[in-house]
């Protein structure tokens, strides 16, 4: 049975509301570092395809490619082209310090996107995914006269709907703007024990973050033709600092018992406080990349991200954050993407490789990152569709200074959909 362009919309609309569900829901593996700012940052995250490629995008782009990072790559797609892409991620990952280790792995969805063109010159894009995740929970023991622990919990997220365009200014500039609507709660918890003492009081404190704003991106992509197989583009990103507004909910309670698998009765209120405002300055950032391609053929390129993380505030407040960079070097091969007698030359082949410098900073010690990527993109028979899988192994943090070092191994598996609207098809 052949669906109508109705059809596909409602059938599309289906998928979004249903994905939606699964992003907002989400949470990743847990990180002891996740505890600081506002959480594990993804505001450079990419796609299946340009994960593959070690996460390059600030000069990607393609007429069959969303790619969000860049909101001027929107202005190269086929004007009568749909576009839909959306995609989940496995993860798995060994915790490391100097005495001991210990597992965890998560499955979700990952992100979805969708563009389309208003003209020739106007294209447009939309979609959903994870900004931030704050997942970690921790426990620290003291030996005073008095022994007490505390646990640390931290859980929620922000999430990020989009709304891009991307403007052909003339034959190889292009131009972008993105519209982020940045939403979610994050809680932390801490809890103070005094597991030797039953008549003593435990104190517990939770403060519930919520935000709720929008931030603004732009983009440019410059391309210029030469030896008329070759192409040389050069891209830019810039995020806009912003002054973000939250609300906070402070609840501080002392409990009896309430330690291990002792049962917790809640005592006194010591504090309460809801609907705080709470004024956070988010940093600035600008990217840059340039890439060089070969038709269809192949495509190499390297980035470089920098985003100011110590001018973040929160009530004043900057959490030790330090300046984050990052480079990332990647690339992608298609034997011959239109062979009829052989499937495997139209697969394409992708690699690349990225190290970051976190924006955390822990006893003075930097958090950096790095990983290797692999990924395939599989073309579906008889469709303008194709399935993509990334590989990534990576390593994020380090064991000195009692600190924790993070190995992990991510899958992500992504379906990009094509089809052209508006055509009146003939048949004879």
Not at 166 to 177: R, Y
Not at 386 to 399: D, Q, V, W, Y
Request: overall charge positive; hydrophobic content about 35%.
């Amino acid at each position: 049975m052949k669906f109508n362009n109705l059809h596909k919309t409602a059938f599309l609309t289906a998928i979004i509301f249903a994905m939606a569900s699964g992003v907002f829901a989400q949470s990743d593996v847990s990180s002891p570092y996740s505890r600081f700012g506002l959480g594990m940052m993804s505001q450079n995250k990419t796609n299946t395809i340009l994960q593959g490629m070690g996460g390059i995008n600030n000069a990607v782009d393609g007429m069959y490619l969303l790619n969000n990072s860049n909101p001027a790559s929107l202005a190269e797609m086929d004007t009568l082209t749909f576009l839909f892409d959306a995609g989940f991620y496995m993860k798995y990952i060994t915790y490391k310090n100097a005495s001991s280790s210990e597992k965890g792995s998560n499955a979700s969805f990952d992100y979805f996107d969708l563009g389309f063109g208003v003209t020739k010159w106007w294209k447009m894009g939309a979609g959903v995914t994870p900004y931030s995740n704050r997942e970690y929970s921790s426990t620290a023991d003291f030996d005073f006269q008095y022994p007490y622990s505390i646990d640390y919990n931290g859980s929620g997220g922000l999430n990020k709907i989009y709304w891009a365009n991307g403007f052909k200014v003339f034959k190889g500039l292009s131009l972008g703007v993105k519209m982020n609507y940045v939403f979610g709660n994050v809680t932390d918890e801490t809890t103070l024990y005094f597991p030797d003492y039953a008549n003593f009081h435990n104190e517990r404190r939770t403060i519930n973050l919520s935000i709720s704003d929008v931030l603004f991106d732009f983009g440019l992509i410059y391309k210029q033709n030469f030896n008329k197989e070759y192409q040389l583009a050069v891209g830019l990103t810039y995020s806009l600092q912003s002054d973000m507004s939250g609300h906070r909910n402070t609840y501080i309670r002392t409990m009896f018992k309430g330690y291990g698998s002792n049962t917790e009765t809640a005592r006194d209120t010591i504090l309460y406080k809801s609907g705080e405002k709470v004024g956070i300055v988010y940093p600035q950032g600008f990217g840059g990349g340039i890439t060089l391609r070969k038709g269809e053929r192949w495509l190499v390129g390297v980035d470089f991200n920098w985003d100011n993380w110590k001018s973040f505030k929160m009530n004043g407040s900057n959490d030790s954050l330090q300046n984050s960079w990052s480079v990332a070097v990647g690339g992608c091969y298609t034997p011959r993407y239109t062979s009829v007698s052989s499937y495997m030359r139209r697969v394409t082949y992708r690699a690349g490789f990225h190290y970051d410098q976190t924006f955390f900073n822990i006893y003075g010690t930097s958090i950096n990152k790095y990983g290797v990527s692999f990924g395939v993109g599989l073309p579906v028979p008889r469709a303008m569709s194709s399935l993509n899988l990334a590989f990534e192994f990576g390593k994020m943090g380090t064991i000195k200074n009692d600190l924790i070092e993070e190995s992990y191994f991510n899958i992500s598996v992504g379906i990009s959909i094509r089809d052209r609207w508006f055509v009146k098809r003939r048949y004879k």
